[in-house]
């Protein structure tokens, strides 16, 4: 009679069919396989459709400049919601500590009611001199006087064809603004776009370093007949879509498909132009991929 006992030297697992253990042995690899696909697809998606605010900075040096001086550039926030009360804008702006704040236009929306904007004044205007100019979407409400009410409520100061020279930390700098181009179409007022340029370049002082905000930036080349420093734009939300190191964005308003103003800072042989992907988010048709909203800050430097 034979033993069924195994001898010790034997494994169990030998007396197993090879093609059962490989078996085996794959199927926890595929899981983790799996896994991994799984969560790189959720990582993904997560980075693409990311809409949480980022602040993006900028430096630009100038031997019109002696002493630095810091701007927060707040573009095309059309109402949307940043926390409750506008605390999560600011306090990204507080924590930036500007010198000034610009509003480069769409600071309100047509759509949206503007509640969010108004908070976001109510936390900002008391704490730094701020300079606006008007968007497209102002005007597309048939209340933009409605909304200049709110920003002079607030002593913001709006730069509706206008050129001011601006103190801080012992710099003195030019901060000229113009109305967006659909002013005289929807209001039947205003001397023009183009009049309010010619109008600047009587003002300006050219010895400082002078800035135009103007929303949008499309007309760059027109803003630099007027020997500005650096334009300052908004409107084009970043091209709303991106693909990360190799297109910038997909369509913007003036632009369309591929815009070459999406957003970023761009350098011309007589300026600068740094254009805001704004801060829009529920206020577009479609949402925003790999395109964060930001808050833009520009550092102006003395020449090193």
Not at 197 to 202: F, G, K, P, T, V
């Amino acid at each position: 009679k034979r033993s069924t006992h195994m001898p010790d030297n034997i494994k169990q697992s030998d007396n197993i069919p090879s093609e059962v253990m490989e078996t085996t042995k794959k199927k926890p690899g595929k899981k983790c396989i799996r896994s991994i696909i799984f969560f790189i697809i959720i990582a993904f998606l997560f980075s693409a459709f990311d809409v949480r605010l980022k602040i993006v900075e900028y430096t630009i040096t100038s031997d019109k400049i002696t002493n630095p001086i810091r701007i927060a550039l707040v573009t095309d926030l059309h109402s949307c919601k940043y926390g409750k009360n506008q605390k999560t804008l600011i306090d990204a702006v507080v924590k930036q500590n500007p010198d000034i704040v610009l509003l480069g236009g769409d600071i309100f929306d047509d759509k949206i009611p503007d509640e969010n904007t108004e908070l976001f004044l109510a936390g900002i205007a008391g704490k730094y001199p701020c300079y606006y100019v008007t968007g497209n979407h102002e005007y597309w409400s048939r209340r933009v006087d409605e909304m200049l009410d709110t920003l002079r409520k607030y002593n913001v100061t709006i730069l509706d064809g206008k050129s001011k020279t601006v103190e801080v930390n012992n710099q003195k700098i030019s901060i000229s603004g113009i109305d967006d181009p659909d002013a005289n179409l929807y209001t039947g007022k205003g001397e023009g776009f183009y009049a309010q340029l010619d109008e600047i370049n009587q003002i300006k002082d050219d010895s400082l370093f002078t800035i135009l905000l103007a929303h949008r930036p499309s007309y760059v080349n027109k803003y630099l007949d007027y020997n500005f420093d650096l334009v300052l734009s908004g409107h084009a939300h970043g091209g709303q879509w991106r693909i990360p190191f190799l297109l910038n964005g997909v369509f913007a308003p003036d632009e369309g498909f591929f815009p070459k103003y999406a957003g970023g800072q761009y350098d011309f042989p007589n300026g600068k132009m740094i254009v805001s992907r704004g801060l829009a988010r529920e206020s577009t048709r479609v949402p925003r991929i790999f395109n964060r909203p930001e808050l833009v800050i520009v550092n102006l430097e003395p020449l090193s």
